[in-house]
């Protein structure tokens, strides 16, 4: 067995004909830095490591600072972290087209099929925890163009989601004041963000975990307001119990008549569902920059499970009880902010003149919260690029606090297009980024099932037994494959209401399908220049950047009391 030369040694890289960076062994590098033996044994060369730099997992000795995301960030971004205007506001028009018990029915299917999505990424994510992770899980175990595609789709998905966020925040902070210009507050939202991302990880960490903590106990709130006012515990002492599923009824039917326009109505509910649940894969985009990922990415992944319970099952439940679907209230344009909210539109019916202003503040919060993740996320999908050399190799740079402050710089300048709200009208900006969005969030989810397939058949390949793995999913590959029909569908239907009889709208159907050519095409296009071939399950590479990461040590927290024990299984 040829020996490993020892200037590669030192940052576990291999040059080809040598024996492999990770031979099963748990070896720690001699390098000062783990961050730079990390990237050189991703990148090939110490080198390129040393010059670039690298993002930050744990603590950076060079400048004394905590710059990674800890088990109590990780936590909270998968419970809460992308939790935006699409449970709030947007929710609303699905009421309006479609009733509250396909409401109830699209969000728990869609949030089924996410279920089983975040199990395919989970896995892979604790197998190799890497910043970005999806584009290079699509690269390796498929093929690069696939990476390719899945890359940039994912950077303008989050760079435009990150302009729905910022529009939604102006449409909110209308319920104060209209008169001053929404320019003004997308610049300071636009600030706040950049200030949040640009210093440290940590420092988008505990903004994150402070916004989710918010958006918990808010949401955990109205459930249970709900509840009391169902019920008839509110000041007018009027108990609803299901009464507006018997009027206008629960069922509404959308674009035709009878069962059909009722079947149609419920499948609308699919497309608005999956725009609520985007970026909910962001807890593996995270996995690079966290601590002991093989422990918090597992606990991370199995708490989304409780995430799309309450927040989104209940949730729609909660609505579809206490607001009429044909409420004139409901979505109306004209009414600025928290109005149009539906859980306000059921606070103001309910007689209690004190929550609207404080719901306003929360989805605010929420919208400024989810505008932060996706900066962050559509900069490391970026230096994901990078590193698989799809992207210019000047955004691999990273900070001393390990922040990739190229491919942050140019993800906020996309948020540039959220003025276009000032002469368009807020809303109408908002629909258009919200349909972009929710096709491309889609095509993600997709590309994780398929890289996810190709995953397990290389490890059957390779001979490497799943039971022995640090987080294993159950009934697989068959959740990967239902879940990948499911998405495959509503992306393929996502626009039929274009083709209903006199329905027909050029703008409505470009919005709908133009992510389409623009995800295979860039698929083509990086075929065919690079030529690329698909993977054989035997020749996968399962370990490249594996062996700095199963090297790390993490010290196991260890509950002194009481209230500590129930903490560290919070966070």
């Not at 962001?282 to 989304?304: L, W």
Request: aromatic share 14%.
């Amino acid at each position: 067995m040829t020996e490993i030369p020892p200037d590669k040694m030192e940052y576990g890289v291999a040059e080809k004909g040598t024996t492999p960076a990770y031979d099963g062994a748990r070896r720690r590098s001699s390098v000062k830095d783990p961050r730079i033996g990390e990237a050189a044994e991703l990148y090939g060369d110490a080198q390129t490591a040393e010059e670039y730099g690298y993002v930050s997992r744990g603590v950076d000795s060079n400048v004394d600072l905590i710059t990674s995301l800890k088990s109590r960030h990780i936590q909270f971004i998968a419970l809460g972290g992308t939790i935006g205007t699409g449970l709030f506001l947007g929710i609303g028009r699905a009421f309006v087209q479609a009733g509250p018990l396909s409401v109830l029915i699209g969000y728990t299917f869609t949030g089924m099929a996410i279920f089983a999505m975040m199990q395919c990424l989970g896995e892979m994510a604790t197998w190799l925890p890497l910043p970005g992770a999806i584009p290079q899980f699509c690269a390796r175990y498929v093929d690069d163009a696939l990476g390719f595609a899945v890359g940039w789709n994912n950077w303008y998905s989050a760079a435009i989601t990150l302009c729905a966020e910022i529009s939604a925040a102006s449409i909110v902070i209308g319920f104060w004041n209209e008169k001053i210009n929404a320019a003004a507050w997308i610049t300071l939202i636009i600030v706040l963000v950049i200030g949040l991302n640009i210093f440290a990880v940590a420092i988008y960490g505990e903004a994150e975990f402070c916004f989710a903590g918010i958006k918990i106990v808010t949401i955990v709130g109205l459930l249970i307001l709900a509840l009391v006012l169902d019920l008839g515990g509110g000041p007018n002492h009027d108990r609803l119990g299901f009464r507006y599923w018997k009027n206008p009824g629960a069922m509404k039917e959308y674009l035709s008549t009878g069962s059909t326009g009722r079947f149609l109505g419920l499948f609308s509910t699919l497309i608005n569902a999956s725009f609520s649940y985007g970026g909910v894969e962001m807890v593996a985009v995270a996995a690079g920059e966290a601590e002991n990922p093989r422990k918090n990415i597992p606990k991370a992944v199995r708490r989304v499970f409780w995430r799309i319970l309450f927040f989104y099952v209940l949730g729609s439940l909660a609505i579809g009880v206490l607001v009429p679907s044909n409420d004139d209230k409901l979505l109306n344009p004209t009414r600025p902010g928290a109005a149009q909210s539906p859980w306000v539109i059921a606070i103001n019916r309910a007689g209690i003149p004190a929550l609207p202003s404080i719901i306003n503040a929360v989805i605010l919060t929420s919208a400024s919260s989810s505008a932060n993740a996706f900066l962050y996320t559509g900069s490391r999908y970026l230096f994901a690029l990078a590193q698989n050399k799809q992207a210019p190799k000047f955004l691999l740079a990273c900070s001393r606090t390990g922040v990739p402050y190229w491919c942050v710089g140019i993800t906020a300048s996309i948020s540039l297009l959220t003025y276009m709200s000032v002469s368009s009208g807020a809303n109408n900006v908002f629909a258009w980024f919200q349909n972009l969005t929710t096709i491309s969030s889609l095509f993600t989810w997709c590309s994780i099932c398929v890289a996810y397939i190709r995953f397990h058949a290389a490890l059957k390949a390779q001979g490497i037994d799943r039971n022995e793995m640090v987080f294993k999913s159950p009934f697989q590959p068959y959740l990967a494959w239902i879940a990948l029909i499911y998405f495959s569908m509503i992306i393929l239907f996502n626009g039929f209401g274009v083709f209903i009889h006199g329905n027909w709208n050029i703008s409505d159907f470009l919005v709908d399908y133009i992510g389409v050519p623009i995800f295979f095409g860039l698929f083509i296009i990086w075929k065919v220049l690079r030529r690329t071939k698909p993977h054989a399950s035997a020749d996968v590479d399962l370990y490249s950047g594996k062996a700095e990461i199963d090297a790390e040590e993490w010290e196991d927290q260890i509950p002194r009391n009481v209230l500590e024990k129930i903490w560290f299984w919070i966070a």
